[in-house]
Every structure is written in C-alpha cells, then in structure tokens.
C-alpha cells in the first residue's frame, strides 16, 4: 500500500509540473512570434546600411573616420557578451557561454575585459573573475533606444580613448525557433566591413564624405547592436520554448510509465486481497 | 521609371516604381529622374515626393536618413516616415512642446542639439500635415 500512495504522489507531482512546463512553452510561444517579427522586419534596413557602408569604404582616398582604424598594438580586447537574465531555455546560455569561454581561454585576465547584457553571462564570468567594465541586466526581451545609445556610445568612446584596441560581439543569431547560431563578429574596428579588390562606385557626394561618415557611422553602431540585441531575444525564446515543449512531451511520457506501474500495484492488490479472502473462506469450511 | 524602396529600422516602408523623386537633401531639396547618376546624400527632415508613372504625387514626411542611387535603384534609408494622411498631428504638437520646454530649461543636463533635433522633426510633420489640410 505504502508503494502504491507514493506513486499517486509523483503521478500528482509530475502533472503539476507539465502544467508549468506547458504555461511556459506558450508564454515564449507567444514572444517568440513578437521578437521573431521584430528580429525579421529589421532585416533589410540593417542589410541596406551595411552595404551603404560597404559601398563608401571602397571610395578611394577617402580620409578615415578613427573608428576605421586598426590599431597597430593590441593591448585590450574588449568583449561584448549577450546571455539572458532567466534560465530554463534550454541549451541557450550554455552554448554561448561555452564559446565565450573558448574565446576568452586566448588571452591573459588582463587583456581582456568583458561587457555582459544578461544576469547568466555575468554571474558565470564573474565567479571566474574576468574583468568586467560593464553589465546590463533586466533588459528581458526589451530594450530602449536611449540605453542603446549609451551602450554604444560606451563601446565607442572605450574605443577611441585607447583603453581598448578592438571590440568583439559575441551573440546568438536566430535562424528559426528551433535552430540558432552562436556568432563571433569583430564589432571595432570596422576594417573588416571594407571589401578591397572591387571596383569602386564613382557616387557624387552630398554634402561630402567625411560628413556622411559622421552621420552614418553612429547610426551603423547602433544598428548593429540592436540587431544582435534582437537576435539574442529571439533565439533565447525560441530555445526556451523548444525546452518546454520537449519537457512537457516528457512529463507526459513520464506520467504514462508511472500511470501504468499504479495499475499494475493496484492490480496487484485487489488480487492479493481476493485470495485472502478465498483462502479464508476456505479455512472457514474446512 | 526606376525603383524605389525606403526602408526604416523597422520595416521595409515601401518598394514602388516611380518616374521622380524630390528629397529634402541636407544641401537643399533634390530631384532624381531615371538615369541619375550614383548619388549618396543624408537627408533631414522634409517633404519627400514620389510621382509614379501617371505624375500622381505621393507625399511624405521623412524625418532625416540616407539615400543612395545607384543604376536606376534608389534605397532611402529614413529613420522614420509617414505618409501625409497618417502623420499624428496630436503626437507631433506633443513632441514639439515638449522640446521646446527642454529647450528653455536651464538645466545643463539638457542634450541641446538632441532637443532642436527634436523641435525641427516636429515642425517638419507639422508643417507638411497643414499644407495637406489646406488643400483638402
């Protein structure tokens, strides 16, 4: 009998979780489709902007703006590390932490410091005492133009003041809900957005170039962190959403086993009690 | 005819074949026929005019961005745009008196350039939406 309760107890138990797991794969279901419209729609203004940049870069003797130049020493590299604030999403954070830390594994503690959006990213690095200059934490999915800018800004003016010579994004793109990348790209400086080789556009500059740069530059900043701001988010719930899906699928695997042992005891038991009673009454007659 | 496609941080605003542009250039306004020659400019806020292949205008407020030919293609990167019927008058007069009250304050916190920035997009929505009704 006592078998018999504890295993009503975990069927009760197992249940009560497949109904938080389900909650929550509908929850991220529901964001997902937000962030995935968001991360989608801006696409084309990202791309346009990156090959607006492209084309100018291959103008010649244009004089570059500092954010084009490569610093000849590289002394600090900067790291900027997009993770989440909540867990339960499946291999998400686990992955881009993994690659984090491969990347990291390059360069002495005082080489390298780090900039992380997100409590997981923080929490880990700062528990194996890499430097942190900065973290953002609570953004959850949201994040507002004036805290982009000053995100920004901040990478920039580290940039240009010399306190680090390069700086890496390193986020997770999303592909669709079930797959995405963990990626690497060299956000300062922007050398590598120049393309050599291809013929340069003969384009009429209005009102000049160096003017345009100026313009345009902070923009391309800004835009390329939010996009890989966008990207995270969506690839964070869509992993998340994965995660609840598959651990709902195995709660109800879990509550068919465990359904299927309660019969086969009560079974049991019923049995075991109809032949005492037979075996009783037998004794009775004899 | 030659393509246009305007594009904002958002969303792809609108791809459309027309036979002439007007752009509120930074150096004044400007036009670009079939043919242009490749062309990058930045763009602040203004009126933007598209005539399809009839001559039917369509307007909009742009309020600032880039815009680039190239090969009868031409990419208008605008950090925000509405067409003339769906400007929010309310919102832009809000916007306005809130600028020019950061404007007047004497705090030193205030981002002066960021608040007449502010004062010119209002002014430009304001001011193309009052030619609209002034014409209906």
């Known amino acids: ?286 | 005819m030659f393509k246009l496609s305007i594009v904002t941080p958002e969303k792809i605003f609108k791809e459309l074949e027309v036979n002439s542009i007007i752009a509120p250039g930074s150096e004044g306004y400007l036009g670009v026929l079939t043919n242009h020659a490749p062309l990058i400019t930045t763009l602040v806020p203004g009126k933007l005019t598209a005539k399809d292949k009839n001559n039917q205008e369509k307007n909009y407020a742009i309020s600032g961005g880039f815009l680039e030919v190239y090969k009868n293609q031409v990419t208008i990167l605008a950090d925000s745009i509405e067409s003339l019927e769906n400007i929010d008058i309310e919102r832009a007069q809000k916007a306005l008196d809130r600028a020019k009250k950061r404007l007047k304050s004497k705090d030193p916190g205030i981002d002066i350039p960021r608040a007449s920035a502010a004062v010119r997009r209002a002014l430009n929505r304001i001011k193309i939406y009052d030619s609209y009704i002034k014409r209906m």
């Open chain 1, 1 to 286: 009998m006592q078998a018999l309760r504890e295993i009503r107890r975990r069927i009760r138990s197992v249940q009560n979780t497949q109904q938080i797991t389900k909650a929550m794969e509908m929850v991220a279901a529901a964001r997902l489709k937000k962030a995935q419209s968001k991360v989608e729609s801006s696409r084309p203004y990202a791309n346009k902007l990156q090959n607006l940049l492209k084309n100018l870069s291959r103008v010649k003797g244009v004089a570059f703006h500092p954010l084009f130049q490569k610093k000849e020493q590289v002394k600090k590299t900067l790291l900027f590390l997009i993770t989440s604030d909540r867990g339960l999403c499946g291999p998400f954070n686990t992955n881009i932490i993994k690659e984090a830390e491969s990347f990291l594994k390059n360069y002495e503690k005082n080489k390298i410091s780090l900039i992380t959006v997100g409590k997981k990213g923080f929490n880990f690095f700062r528990k194996k005492h890499w430097e942190i200059e900065q973290k953002y934490l609570g953004l959850e999915g949201r994040v507002e133009i004036s805290q982009l800018k000053s995100m920004t800004n901040l990478l920039i003016e580290l940039f240009l003041s010399k306190k680090v010579d390069e700086v890496y994004i390193l986020y997770t793109k999303f592909i669709n809900p079930v797959t995405s990348e963990v990626t690497l790209e060299k956000f300062l400086d922007i050398e590598s957005e120049k393309e050599e080789g291809k013929e340069e556009i003969k384009y009429i500059f209005e009102p000049n170039i160096d003017k345009i740069f100026k313009v345009l530059l902070p923009k391309y900043c800004i835009n390329k962190i939010q996009m890989a701001l966008f990207e995270s988010f969506a690839s964070e719930h869509g992993s998340r959403m994965t995660a609840m899906s598959s651990a709902t699928k195995n709660a109800e695997e879990m509550i068919e086993e465990l359904t299927l042992t309660r019969n086969k005891l009560r079974q049991s038991a019923i049995t075991k009690e109809m032949l005492e009673i037979a075996s009783g009454a037998e004794a009775l007659k004899g």
